[in-house]
């Protein structure tokens, strides 16, 4: 994004998910901040309440397709199917792949529907192998003007959110950033 903006962008991939959602959401509004919500169609369809509050929150939604493909391990044909089921419960103009990988003419034909956004800093919130403050210090040590920031609301993250979200948040906050979503 503008790296003239003192700016990042919060994305939280592959939720809606009950262990994890409602926290997010309730952290997000105690600092007044709009993030989006790249999320897997399934979950939408098992927890379209969370869904919904997440649309009355203000936040932004994007596709990440309905059963949280991987591009190199679908045809072309599959994928795009799999991203326009996630589409009919969604109804957005973003797309980020799983894995923030997918074939050429994946990227083609989605591409002509879709903003597809990735990111230029994954906190790894979801790793066993990294504590909340590792995910904390990757936000500092990567984060720079118009960073799009990646963080999960899945059950391997949250434990660890718990701490790393509001941290960053405020450092964040700290620093002069603004926090912006995608129009």
């Known amino acids: 994004m503008d790296k003239n903006v003192k700016a990042v962008y919060l994305t939280f991939d592959d939720g809606p998910i009950p262990e994890a959602t409602p926290f997010i959401l309730k952290t997000l509004a105690d600092f007044n901040i709009k993030a989006t919500f790249f999320m897997v169609g399934d979950n939408v369809r098992k927890h379209p309440e969370l869904f919904k509050q997440v ?5 932004r939604i994007g596709n990440h397709t309905f059963n949280h493909y991987g591009g190199f391990k679908h045809t072309v044909r599959g994928y795009m ?8 419960l969604l109804h957005t103009n973003l797309f980020r792949p799983p894995h923030g990988a997918m074939r ?3 990227y083609y034909w989605l591409g002509r529907k879709y903003r597809i956004v990735m990111w230029d800093l994954v906190t790894r919130d979801y790793s066993k192998w990294m504590t909340a403050a590792d995910v904390v210090n990757n936000v500092k040590r990567y ?3 118009g960073s799009i920031i ?3 609301d899945s059950l391997k993250s949250i434990e660890k ?5 509001p941290e960053s948040i405020k450092w964040l906050k700290e620093q002069g ?3 912006k979503v995608f129009e």
Do not use: S
């Open 55 to 59: 649309v009355e929150a203000g936040h």
């Open 81 to 88: 199917a799999n991203a326009e089921k996630a589409d009919l």
């Open 104 to 106: 050429l003419p994946q």
């Open 143 to 145: 984060v720079r003007n």
């Open 150 to 152: 990646t963080f999960h």
């Open 161 to 165: 959110l718990k701490t790393a979200l």
């Open 177 to 179: 950033y603004e926090f």
